[in-house]
């Protein structure tokens, strides 16, 4: 099957929380607004071995008749953020593969490090497959009254990095209290979306006279299906992630480098008028530079340059497929025969016209492994005595650019 037609921008929300937050309970409420007609998946990750989270909600999902749509996958045994991002990427690509849904959520232990799966969820062969959304974290009033909870890094840590908090179990605290809630929260998380959990009335209730913090006693476990806060928490699964934009930024301004343009050609040619517009330019107006990273034993990098850079179409493909033990190369970029799409693998090699582009992108993906590096010592002038942690200089990347701006037609010879 191609995997082009199963992955392709599937909204995914991550519903984070400490431990004993009320996640599960979150999560049923957000399964509660699936339109009939959708197929939806959730993964669970849970730190033991056994899985008891997802047999509770499959039997909850099968008692109100939902389980249809719904395809859940558990992940046990430890944290999906830690160590190592294979679990993580096995489960996302089988639940993907195999239900084809129109919606992924994903629920990671109490005891993750939100930060890392958020890093890990912003990589570059994510955003592609993956649409995230509002990362929606819930946060227990009760927990949050104990100081224990309130200092504690992991607690923490789960609303520093938070586009919404929905906090529950607040109905037994204070109005005192509760505004120290918000100006805590303020602290660690100012831009914040803030939704309090209700059940019946059109806002938060107004909590019983008692001292300053002390809990009063009210359950909040049902919601109704037409009740204001389902609505707006609901909302939240199409509303873009504030968070994993910054974390993508940052991922790109961490890695890129900025590249010296040709000598030849003038500092001042324009754009091209022609260009398709509709293509964001993902923050990075910097033209022209290039990223590099290594992940799961593959070594990525891209390029995006301006449009008004012709390349020699010709000797561009022949460098291309001389780079080192090369997986997938892809691109789009304006060359001497007209603005031509590039889609290369070992089994094929696909080259088609196509309109013009406000930029000319290039990605590509090297195999990273020790076993190969005897076959681009030619290339890369790698000697064979390098150890395993020396597999960083598989490329001198450096060169790549100068090899690649070298590709550049001179003005004078453009058409």
């Known amino acids: 099957m191609n995997a082009s037609a199963i992955i392709q921008n599937i909204p995914c929300t991550l519903v984070t929380g400490f431990l004993g937050s009320g996640k599960t309970t979150v999560i049923n409420q957000l399964l509660a607004t699936k339109p009939a007609e959708q197929r939806w998946a959730l993964l669970i990750n849970e730190f ?4 008891v989270d997802g047999a ?7 008692a109100k008749g939902q389980s249809g749509g719904i395809a859940i996958r558990e992940v046990s045994g430890g944290c999906i953020c830690c160590t190592s991002q294979l679990p993580l990427q096995i489960a996302i690509t089988r639940l993907l593969s195999d239900h084809h849904p129109q919606r992924l959520i994903i629920e990671p232990t109490g005891l993750a490090h ?13 955003q592609t497959a993956l649409s995230m959304q509002a990362v929606i974290t819930v946060l227990s009033g009760l927990q949050w009254q104990q100081e224990k909870y309130r200092t504690h890094h992991g607690f923490q840590a789960h609303v520093r990095d938070a586009d919404v908090l929905v906090i529950n179990r607040y109905e037994q605290l204070s109005s005192a209290c509760r505004q120290d809630l918000q100006a805590w929260i303020a602290t ?14 059109e806002t938060a209730p107004e909590p019983q ?7 009063v006693t009210n359950n909040l476990d049902v919601i109704k299906p037409s009740n204001p806060y389902l609505t707006e928490l609901a909302a939240q699964l199409i509303k873009p992630s504030r968070t994993i934009s910054q974390q993508r930024i940052a991922n790109i301004e961490k890695s890129r480098v900025s590249l ?3 000598t030849h050609l003038p500092s001042n040619m324009p754009t091209n008028a022609n260009a398709d517009t509709s293509i964001e330019a993902d923050g990075q107006n910097e033209l ?9 034993g593959m070594l990525l990098a891209g390029w995006r340059l301006p449009p008004h850079w012709t390349f020699a179409a010709d000797e561009l493909q022949q460098w291309l497929l001389q780079l080192p033990n090369w997986q997938r190369i892809k691109g789009i970029v304006n060359t001497s025969d007209g603005w031509l799409q ?10 088609t016209t196509t309109s013009a582009q406000i930029d000319s992108r290039l990605e590509i993906i090297l195999l990273a492994d020790s076993d190969i590096k005897s076959s681009a010592t030619t290339r890369v002038g790698n000697n064979s005595s390098e150890t395993k942690s020396e597999q960083q200089s598989l490329i001198e990347w450096e060169r790549c650019d100068r090899e690649l701006m070298a590709l550049v037609v001179p003005s004078n010879s453009q058409p």
């Not at 006279?209 to 809990?215: E, I, K, L, N």
């Not at 590039?342 to 080259?351: A, G, M, V």
Request: proline fraction near 12%; hydrophobic fraction near 30%; aromatic fraction near 8%.
């Open 48 to 51: 033991g071995r056994i899985g």
């Open 342 to 351: 590039l889609n290369f693998t070992p089994d094929s090699l696909t080259i």
């Open 56 to 62: 509770l909600l499959k039997n909850t999902l099968d």
């Open 114 to 126: 939100p930060r890392e799966l958020i890093r890990q969820l912003s990589a570059p062969h994510w």
């Open 260 to 262: 010296t343009p040709p």
């Open 288 to 296: 022209p530079y290039r990223y590099h990273e290594e992940q799961q």
């Open 188 to 201: 660690l998380n100012e831009p914040a979306k803030i939704i309090w959990a209700t059940a019946d009335s």
């Open 209 to 215: 006279t008692t001292p300053h913090c002390q809990a």
